[in-house]
């Protein structure tokens, strides 16, 4: 929630990082942001500073990470600009305040502006499922919408972010689709696995290769040996191995004896069986 005193709201912000634009009392400019996928609040602030290029400069973290700069206008005007950072799971949210021409009390305004965000509870739907919503004028936090978020953000390289969104749609009411509900399943053990939570990503992957058909369940089948061997579970492993080739899988011999999950199988005694038997097919 976020309700300054005398709080204006201007137009709909046209970055989709931004939630929020408008004045506060005191003429301050206020500006609401989110950081997906950010662990380090002063990675965000450094990143702030390089694109303001503001003077003095004073950060803190006390009550929550801060910073202050002052930015010249046209060699009369001094931009005063504070920035504040809360953390929310894998997002950090951002207020920018700022008043265009320096007064006395401007930078109680600023700070008193900086504080009044209170942070609710985290739907678990991401920026993304809010673009998506938009798109096709639905709720942040319809299944197939929170379902094409985690697809979204697995392809963007964003591994938590999309586990967290996918483990939100399951949650979210049932999926329209039966495909649906084995791509989700298959893609939240996935988005687990490449989080390094490969214990995770086994009984998503393992409920994936029930609900999934043909060259879907194949390939939860291999993803589920990937996880369960990163995961020591070495019986599962080749199980589930076993299951995939004799069902047709095709992967190459390059990617089996390189795949980094798979290490602790291939140093196991029954990787020689498998090979001959299911890869060499002899």
Do not use: N
Request: with cysteine; proline share 6%; glycine share 10%.
């Amino acid at each position: 929630m976020y309700a300054p005193t005398g709080l204006r709201k201007l137009l709909t912000p046209g970055d989709p990082a931004a939630i929020f634009k408008g004045r506060a009392a005191g003429d301050v400019h206020v500006e609401l942001k989110v950081h997906e996928g950010i662990a380090d609040a002063k990675g965000i602030r450094k990143e702030i500073l390089s694109r303001a290029k503001g003077e003095g400069a004073r950060e803190g973290e006390e009550p929550r990470p801060w910073l202050f700069y002052t930015v010249k206008k046209y060699g009369a005007f001094q931009e005063v600009h504070g920035h504040a950072l809360y953390p929310r799971g894998p997002h950090w949210f951002e207020v920018h305040a700022w008043v265009t021409d320096r007064t006395p009390d401007c930078e109680k305004a600023i700070r008193a502006a900086l504080d009044a965000l209170k942070p609710g509870d985290d739907p678990g739907c991401g920026i993304r499922a809010r673009q998506v919503a938009a798109l096709h004028g639905r709720q942040p936090l319809d299944p197939e919408v929170l379902l094409e978020a985690g697809r979204l953000y697995l392809g963007e390289g964003k591994p938590v972010l999309a586990a967290g969104v996918l483990r939100r749609a399951r949650t979210a009411g049932k999926l329209k689709k039966k495909e649906d509900e084995a791509a989700l399943l298959l893609l939240g053990g996935l988005a687990m696995l490449e989080a390094k939570a490969p214990a995770d990503a086994v009984p998503w992957l393992k409920d994936a290769e029930k609900a999934a058909e043909g060259e879907e369940a194949r390939e939860a089948a291999y993803h589920l040996a990937r996880a369960a061997a990163a995961a020591g579970m070495l019986d599962d492993a080749f199980a589930a191995l076993d299951r995939a080739f004799a069902e047709g899988l095709a992967v190459p011999k390059a990617r089996l004896s390189k795949e980094k999950e798979l290490e602790s199988a291939r140093k196991d005694p029954r990787w020689e069986a498998f090979w001959r038997a299911r890869v060499e097919g002899k």
